[in-house]
Structures are given as structure tokens and as C-alpha cells.
């Protein structure tokens, strides 16, 4: 016998079913005057620094039919790399952007879209920069533990080819699934970010 | 000594359900088919969104009145209560937990819904709370029915609440499912079966706690999470500031 080492385990997920947006955002059901307001919807106001920006995609299921049912939320730093976190130890980031935001996919379309600004770099483990970048984690009826994965920017190419996460993926063309297109939309750049659950496009998703 | 500041355990996937389970139908065509990509924790992952109790109002904790038009909530009245902790098991406070169920019917206020048990014009579904500086948390609301939902001809969803858990780091992200004690549809369950692991279903199921019934009102049931664990940082390689 040995001494035992009185961990205890992670509690399993279980899917976040097609009803989620009751818990997370009523109003959006029309469950009305619980809240205020669904949490999430707005990430940028008047007074936040840096480059606004939209983030818009969808998520396709393995026969190329997009999610109308999921969650998608987003973290990210600040313009200049920090997050507005209590973990963050390298300073304060700018106290007018959470970095945090949440969207159900749209009813027909499937679409999510956020307005927010270009996050700064952030450091690897190492220290080395990691290309700019959006933590996504989505969840739905069907995926029984929430996906984590990244956005990157297409016009960050030099940034991108010199990211150490990025160049762990193996294959050069599934970083490609990472690499959020670039256009342009009322003034604002938009980045457009589609999620492949499945097939030749199969997005890259992290254990993290 | 451990301050645990350093990165997070290792998820262990075996604990927790694969993507690709048949026998929940939906997730064949939404499962990844590729290997997930494992990543050391960044500080990407070490970070997350903080919510302060200005967000939640002050019926967010009582699903029995948080939409009450007329009267109470129909249906068997309880008590939620534990503890949020990490694997080390400290509680861990200031966490935001999200809940949302069927009503005592075992209907869904929600577009999506077809079952025909019927609406409670006093039931929304949904509440928050979030940790103490000890990890608790409670709410009370009304039993939740079961329901049947398309899958196989004939399956039925045990009676559940939904949690959506925000830790201290987005890596400690976490949507899970609370079960009743007792109730025989657990283990007849396609997304419950979607755990590999008995002793995994059982850590989502609420014990009965005849000790915190509040007399002549409701019955309580203990529910405690587990979120992932931190290492300490003594011995860990990492640059200033990671």
C-alpha cells in the first residue's frame, strides 16, 4: 500500500443539449425580465482601445449544414496583448474591454458574429510570441464536451508562420482551418471564421 | 508548499464522453473525426472572464418566483446546494454558475420545444449564482419532469438541471448535467451513456440531503463540481511572468 493521493476528478461534461440558451441567454428565447441582459453581447464600448473589428463565421456539421442551435463563446487580449483577468500577471489591461463575449448562432443562417477589437500578442509557454489570436469554445446539442479552438487572422501571415501553436499542427494545410479570411464590412474589417466539425476542412481543436 | 499557480491537470478524456457516441445521434454528424491537438497551457488558457455579483439580480438564485406572472412555480420544491471545487479540493470562489431545466412537466420554455406536457406560466427555467469564498452556492426551484425527445423511438431524458460553470481560467470551462438520486432513467439514458465510466455518472448525480430540507417547503439535494486542478509552481520550468 502507498500512501493515496486524494485527488479528486473533473467532473464530466454532458452536452449543453438544444435548450442551452434558456440558462445562458434567456432573452434571446424570449424569457424576458429574469435578467437584465444576456451576458456576452457586447465586448467593445466608446472608450476601448484598439482596432475595432468584426468576427463573423458558422459551424458545419460533417454534411455541410450550419449549427443553428450552438453557443459560441470568445476570450482574448486586449490591443495591447493582456487579458482582463485576475491570473493575468504581466499588468492591467484596458478595464473598458472585458475580452470575453457569447452569441447563439443565429436561428436560420447559423451565423455568429461579434464586434470587438484585434487582440495584441500574447507569449507562448516559452516566451516566444504567439501570433494574435481569439480563444473559441463552442458547445451544442450533439458535441458532449465543449470544443476549444483559436481564430487567426489572414492578415497576419508573418505573425502566423512564426506562431509556435500553430506550427504544431503537423499538417501545413490544417493550420489553414485556423485563419480566419479577411474583408471588409460597413468601414470595419471582418474576419470570417467557419467551423468544420467534420470532414476535409475539419477544423483543428485543441486539448488545452 | 503549493500555491498552486501553475498550469492546469490534464483533462482525462476517458472521464469524460468521446465526441463520437451513435447512440446520441446527433453527435455522428457534429463528433470531430481528428485527434484534438494538445496544447500546454498559455496564457490564453490560464486566464479567464471574472463576473461580479452586479450581474445577477436578486431573484437570479429562485427559479420558483425569478418569472412567477401569477403565483409560484408548480411542482415538488427544492433546494440546489454544494460546493464548486478543483481536483486539489479547494473551493473555489467567485465562479459563475449558470442553470437552466424543464419544468415540473418536464416542458422546456423554448422555441425548439414539441413535447406536450404543458407550460407553467409561472416556470422560466433558468437562475445563477455565483461561489462564495468557500465554493458554495445554492438556488431553489421546482423538481424538473422527465421528458421524451427524439432519438431512438422511445427515450426518455431522467429528470436533470443544466450547469454551465465559468472557473478561474477558461481551460476550466465546464458544461455538465445534475441527476436525482434514485431515479431509474439515469441508466437508461443515450446522453448519460455517453460516459464511459459508472463511477463518472455517478459524480452527476445529487444526493438526497434530508439534513437541509427547509421545513414545510422544500427538499435538498447536494450537488458539488469538480473543476480542473492546478500544479504547483515550485519546481515548474516556466518564463517570468507565464
Known amino acids: 500500500m502507498v500512501q493515496r493521493l486524494d485527488y479528486l476528478k473533473e467532473s464530466p461534461s454532458q452536452t449543453a443539449g438544444p435548450y442551452v440558451h434558456i440558462g445562458t441567454n434567456p432573452n434571446w428565447v424570449e424569457i424576458t425580465g429574469v435578467w437584465n441582459g444576456d451576458l456576452g453581447l457586447v465586448l467593445v464600448g466608446p472608450d476601448t482601445k484598439g482596432e475595432r473589428i468584426l468576427v463573423t463565421g458558422r459551424i458545419f456539421d460533417g454534411l455541410g449544414k450550419p449549427l443553428n442551435d450552438a453557443l459560441v463563446e470568445i476570450w482574448q487580449a486586449d490591443a495591447d496583448g493582456l487579458h482582463n483577468s485576475p491570473e493575468e500577471k504581466r499588468g492591467r489591461a484596458d478595464p473598458h474591454f472585458a475580452g470575453w463575449g457569447r452569441q447563439p448562432t443565429h436561428r436560420e443562417t447559423g451565423e455568429f458574429r461579434f464586434e470587438t477589437v484585434k487582440p495584441g500578442r500574447v507569449p507562448y509557454v516559452d516566451g516566444r510570441p504567439m501570433a494574435p489570436h481569439i480563444t473559441v469554445y463552442i458547445v451544442a446539442r450533439g458535441i458532449n464536451i465543449g470544443l476549444h479552438t483559436r481564430l487567426y487572422f489572414a492578415d497576419e501571415a508573418a505573425a502566423n508562420a512564426e506562431c509556435p501553436v500553430l506550427n504544431r499542427i503537423e499538417h501545413p494545410a490544417r493550420r489553414e482551418t485556423l ?30 | 508548499m503549493s500555491d498552486h499557480k501553475g498550469s492546469y491537470f490534464q483533462r482525462d478524456r476517458d472521464w469524460h464522453p468521446p465526441a463520437y457516441t451513435p447512440d446520441y445521434k446527433t453527435s455522428v454528424l457534429r463528433a470531430p473525426r481528428q485527434a484534438l491537438l494538445s496544447l500546454d497551457n498559455t496564457i490564453s488558457e490560464m486566464t ?47 465562479v459563475l454558475l449558470e442553470f437552466w431545466q424543464a419544468n415540473a412537466g418536464g416542458r422546456y420554455r423554448h422555441h425548439k420545444e414539441t413535447y406536450h406536457a404543458a407550460l407553467d406560466p409561472n416556470f422560466g427555467g433558468c437562475g445563477r449564482a455565483i461561489t462564495a469564498q468557500d465554493g458554495s452556492y445554492r438556488f431553489r426551484t421546482i423538481k424538473p419532469g422527465a421528458y421524451p425527445w427524439p432519438n431512438r423511438v422511445n427515450d426518455w431524458r431522467p429528470a436533470h438541471i443544466h450547469f454551465s460553470v465559468f472557473g478561474h481560467a477558461f481551460a476550466q470551462r465546464l458544461v455538465t448535467q445534475m441527476y436525482f438520486e434514485g431515479d431509474p432513467m439515469i441508466w437508461q439514458c443515450p446522453i448519460v451513456g455517453t460516459i464511459p465510466d459508472k463511477r463518472a455518472v455517478e459524480q452527476l448525480i445529487a444526493a438526497l440531503d434530508r439534513q437541509n430540507t ?29
Open chain 2, 214 to 242: 427547509t421545513h414545510m417547503d422544500a427538499l435538498a439535494y447536494k450537488f458539488d463540481i469538480v473543476l480542473r486542478g492546478r500544479r504547483s509552481t515550485l519546481f515548474e520550468n516556466r518564463m517570468e511572468g507565464n
Open chain 2, 48 to 94: 479567464g472572464p471574472v463576473f461580479g455579483h452586479d450581474v445577477l439580480g436578486p431573484r437570479d438564485d429562485d427559479l420558483i418566483t425569478n418569472w412567477a406572472k401569477t403565483g409560484d412555480a408548480i411542482g415538488q420544491r427544492i433546494v440546489v446546494h454544494g460546493r464548486v471545487l478543483d481536483e486539489n479540493g479547494r473551493g473555489l470562489p467567485g
Open chain 1, 179 to 208: 485563419v480566419a479570411r479577411r474583408g471588409e464590412e460597413g468601414g470595419l474589417p471582418v474576419y470570417t471564421f467557419d467551423v468544420h466539425l467534420q470532414g476535409h476542412h475539419e477544423t483543428v481543436f485543441f486539448d488545452v
